[in-house]
């Protein structure tokens, strides 16, 4: 186990580019396979934004990288975060904490502020806008949002005290996450409501991606659902009745075009529709 944490604190970036690329692959060709919607699109030039956004996010991390090295390393070294302050337990029990802390601080709480504050929903409404859900939309974020999921989980390092790696881990595990739970798949009910007890499934995320509220601020969870269940954020709506995109961005053509999306979190903004 020791290992296996080792391994994850000097990954190569060559490997996780392979997570990145191989994740992204497999679930390109699994929609294929079985597809939730058969959606009227070329699938590649619906690609085409999404990857640049994930490109863009690539270089964002990449920039400020040595902040997660530096911060990892201090908590460690002075002994600071909750991993650090709890009595000793076994490898196994704090890489799981570890990731379960990851995931609150680095994904379900900057989405969940990211709904609740306007100019930072604006931010996060370039991933919303996308009218065809697919494993490509999982890292369509705007720059701007890249920086603030980042300044996020920079925060959750010095809160949990996480040593580097549990953080390269959590990435690595959020990636493949996010792959799967906005992938076009189309999984047998049942078995989609049994992983969305522990995990985010893709069903369960798709209900976030509802073009109108309550739906679209919910379910706020990347790997683990249990945030969602204990804070009240989780609702349940059937795949059949889910309508992706954002009622106040409404244009498919313009929610498709990367100058359009770069712009969009400073054009106006209109009331949202509440469905009752």
Do not use: C
């Not at 191989?22 to 679930?27: A, C, I």
């Amino acid at each position: 186990m020791q290992d296996f944490l080792n391994y994850f604190e000097t990954i190569p970036s060559s490997h996780r580019s392979l997570i990145l690329v191989g994740g992204l692959t497999f679930f390109w060709l699994l929609e294929s396979a079985v597809p939730l919607f058969k959606f009227k699109y070329k699938k590649w030039r619906h690609a085409v934004p999404n990857i640049f956004f994930t490109l863009t996010t690539i270089i964002v991390n990449f920039v400020l990288a040595f902040l997660l090295l530096k911060s990892a390393d201090w908590v460690m070294s002075n002994n600071f975060g909750i991993l650090n302050w709890l009595p000793e337990m076994s490898l196994g029990l704090y890489i799981i904490l570890g990731i379960l802390l990851m995931d609150f601080f680095g994904a379900y709480v900057p989405h969940w502020v990211e709904h609740k504050v306007k100019s930072l929903w604006m931010v996060h409404l370039v991933h919303h806008t996308d009218h065809h859900v697919d494993t490509t939309t999982a890292n369509r974020h705007h720059p701007i949002e890249s920086v603030i999921r980042f300044v996020f989980t920079l925060f959750g390092v010095f809160i949990i005290g996480a040593p580097m790696g549990i953080v390269m881990l959590y990435q690595s595990l959020s990636l493949v996450s996010t792959q799967f739970n906005h992938a076009n798949i189309k999984l047998p009910k049942t078995v989609d409501k049994l992983i969305s007890y522990v995990l985010v499934s893709p069903d369960m995320h798709k209900v976030h991606h509802h073009y109108v509220l309550p739906y679209t601020d919910s379910n706020y969870g990347n790997i683990f659902s249990v945030w969602d269940r204990l804070l009240g954020t989780y609702r349940y709506l059937d795949r059949e009745q889910l309508v992706f995109g954002v009622d106040v961005f409404p244009d498919e053509l313009e929610n498709g075009q990367i100058i359009n999306l770069l712009k969009q979190p400073f054009q106006k903004y209109k009331k949202p529709t509440t469905l009752v």
